[in-house]
C-alpha cells in the first residue's frame, strides 16, 4: 500500500496514542481513562455526536455524511480493554501499571478507529452515518452484550455491524475472513465432587472422590471424540484440578473446572448435555456425587454472508486480493463482537499484526506496521458498506 503525506502523518500520531494507550492499560469496565481519551478525540475530530457510557463505560461516536443523517447507518467496532498479565515485551513503551498490560492487542485497535473516524470526520465521502464503537470488558466481562442490552444498536439506528482483531502469524498487510462461524463459544464448568474422605491407608472405608474426579477428566475426552460428528469442531477441556491437603488423607471433595468451545449451536447443546451426564453417571459409579455448575458464555460469532462479502472486498481494495483469504479455518478463542452479530447482521475480520508474539502473551506487542492497513480498511469498509444499498 502506497501512503501519502497524510497518511503517513496520521499514521505517526496513531502510532503515539496507540503507545500511549499500551502504557496505561485498564480492565475490564475500568477503562475511564480509556474512554475519556477516546471521547476527547472524537470531540476533537468533529463527529456530529458523542456518547459515553453506553454499556457502562462504552463510547460511541456518529459521524454523519455530506447527505447529514438521512441515509442508514453502520456500526465499526474496536475493544478497549486490557488483561491482568505482567508485559515482559521490553518494548519502551512497556505498561507502567504492574500486573497489567494490552496482550490482546486492543490498543491497537482502538488506536486505528480512532484514526478512521478522524479520517471520516474529515471527509464524509459516504451516504448514511457511522458509528464509531468503542467497547470496554471483550475481555471475559461481556462488554459487547452490555453495549447491546444498553440499547446501541436502536439509539444510533445501527442496520450492520464490524469488528476487526489483529492475528500473530498472518503476515502484516494481509486480511482473513469467512462467512459462517468464525469464533467460537466459550462456556465455563465446576464440577464438585463429593466422597467420603478417611485415612489413605484405608481407602475400602471411603468414598475416594479423587479416583471419581480422574474418571471424569478422561471420560469428558470421549465427548470429543466418541460423541461428536469428527467434521464439528468441539473441544473439551479441564484447566484447574483442586483437592486433598496431606499425603496420609483422602479429601471429601474434589473440584475440577474448564472450558467447553464449540462452533454450532448443536454442538454446544452436546457438549453441556454431555458435560452433565458423564459428570454425574461417573460419580455415581464410584458412590460419590457430583455438583455441576455451567455457564454459557460468549456465543459464536457468526458472520453474515452479505456482510462478509463487503468485508472482504473493502480488504481486497487496500491490500489485493492476493493478500485476502476469504476461507479463513475458525478459530477456537472467543469474542464477545458476538453478541452485536446476534444483534444486527454484519462481519469479524482478522488483520495480519505479523511474526510476534501471541495473544494474552506476556511478551506479546500489537505491531504500528499495521495501523495504516487498519485505518485504510475502516475508511474503505465504510464507503462499501453505505454504498451498498
Given at each position: 500500500m502506497s501512503l501519502t503525506p497524510e497518511v503517513e502523518d496520521l499514521t505517526h500520531t496513531v502510532t503515539q496514542w496507540r503507545r500511549h494507550l499500551h502504557q496505561h492499560p485498564e480492565i475490564l469496565y475500568d477503562v475511564h481513562q480509556t474512554a475519556e481519551f477516546v471521547a476527547t478525540r472524537l470531540r476533537e475530530f468533529g463527529c456530529d455526536e458523542v456518547v459515553t457510557g453506553i454499556g457502562r463505560t462504552g463510547v460511541v461516536g456518529l459521524i454523519h455524511g455530506r447527505a447529514g443523517s438521512n441515509g442508514p447507518t453502520v456500526g465499526l467496532r474496536a475493544d478497549m480493554d486490557a488483561l491482568p498479565i505482567t508485559e515482559s515485551s521490553g518494548a519502551a513503551w512497556t505498561s507502567k501499571i504492574p500486573g497489567r498490560m494490552h496482550a490482546c492487542g486492543h490498543d491497537g485497535h482502538t488506536a486505528m478507529l480512532l484514526g478512521a473516524a478522524s479520517q471520516l470526520a474529515r471527509q464524509r465521502d459516504f451516504n448514511g452515518s457511522v458509528a464509531v464503537i468503542f467497547q470496554p470488558a471483550e475481555e471475559g466481562g461481556g462488554g459487547g452484550d452490555a453495549m447491546v442490552r444498553d440499547g446501541l444498536m436502536q439509539r444510533f439506528g445501527i442496520e450492520r455491524v464490524f469488528g476487526m482483531h489483529n492475528l500473530p502469524g498472518l503476515p502484516v498487510g494481509h486480511f482473513a475472513i469467512r462467512p459462517g462461524a468464525i469464533t467460537a463459544s466459550t462456556d465455563?464448568?465446576?464440577?464438585?465432587?463429593?466422597?467420603?474422605?478417611?485415612?489413605?491407608?484405608?481407602?475400602?472405608?471411603?468414598?475416594?472422590?479423587?479416583?471419581?474426579?480422574?474418571?471424569?477428566?478422561?471420560?469428558?475426552?470421549?465427548?470429543?471424540?466418541?460423541?461428536?460428528?469428527?467434521?464439528?469442531?468441539?473441544?473439551?477441556?479441564?484447566?484447574?484440578?483442586?483437592?486433598?491437603?496431606?499425603?496420609?488423607?483422602?479429601?471429601?471433595?474434589?473440584?475440577?473446572?474448564?472450558?467447553?468451545?464449540?462452533?454450532?449451536?448443536?454442538?454446544?447443546?452436546?457438549?453441556?448435555?454431555?458435560?452433565?451426564?458423564?459428570?454425574?453417571?461417573?460419580?455415581?459409579?464410584?458412590?460419590?456425587?457430583?455438583?455441576?455448575?455451567?455457564?454459557?458464555?460468549?456465543?459464536?460469532?457468526?458472520?453474515?454472508?452479505?456482510?462478509?462479502?463487503?468485508?472482504?472486498?473493502?480488504?481486497?481494495?487496500?491490500?489485493?486480493?492476493?493478500?485476502?483469504?476469504?476461507?479463513?479455518?475458525?478459530?477456537?478463542?472467543?469474542?464477545?463482537?458476538?453478541?452485536?452479530?446476534?444483534?444486527?447482521?454484519?462481519?469479524?475480520?482478522?488483520?495480519?499484526?505479523?511474526?510476534?508474539?501471541?495473544?494474552?502473551?506476556?511478551?506479546?506487542?500489537?505491531?504500528?506496521?499495521?495501523?495504516?492497513?487498519?485505518?485504510?480498511?475502516?475508511?474503505?469498509?465504510?464507503?462499501?458498506?453505505?454504498?451498498?444499498?
Open positions: 465455563e464448568f465446576r464440577i464438585v465432587v463429593t466422597g467420603r474422605g478417611g485415612h489413605a491407608a484405608m481407602p475400602h472405608l471411603i468414598r475416594d472422590p479423587i479416583v471419581a474426579a480422574a474418571a471424569i477428566v478422561t471420560s469428558l475426552q470421549t465427548l470429543a471424540a466418541r460423541q461428536a460428528d469428527p467434521l464439528d469442531s468441539l473441544v473439551v477441556s479441564v484447566t484447574q484440578i483442586n483437592g486433598g491437603f496431606a499425603h496420609n488423607v483422602i479429601p471429601e471433595t474434589v473440584e475440577l473446572s474448564g472450558t467447553v468451545r464449540s462452533l454450532t449451536p448443536a454442538m454446544r447443546d452436546l457438549g453441556e448435555q454431555g458435560l452433565r451426564d458423564i459428570a454425574s453417571g461417573i460419580a455415581a459409579a464410584h458412590g460419590t456425587t457430583a455438583e455441576i455448575h455451567y455457564q454459557r458464555n460468549y456465543p459464536v460469532s457468526i458472520n453474515h454472508a452479505a456482510e462478509t462479502e463487503i468485508a472482504g472486498d473493502s480488504a481486497a481494495a487496500i491490500a489485493g486480493e492476493e493478500h485476502l483469504d476469504r476461507a479463513v479455518r475458525p478459530m477456537m478463542g472467543g469474542e464477545d463482537f458476538s453478541y452485536m452479530l446476534e444483534a444486527r447482521p454484519g462481519a469479524f475480520i482478522f488483520i495480519g499484526n505479523g511474526d510476534t508474539a501471541g495473544l494474552h502473551h506476556p511478551a506479546y506487542d500489537f505491531n504500528d506496521d499495521v495501523i495504516p492497513w487498519g485505518i485504510s480498511y475502516w475508511v474503505k469498509l465504510a464507503a462499501q458498506a453505505l454504498a451498498a444499498r
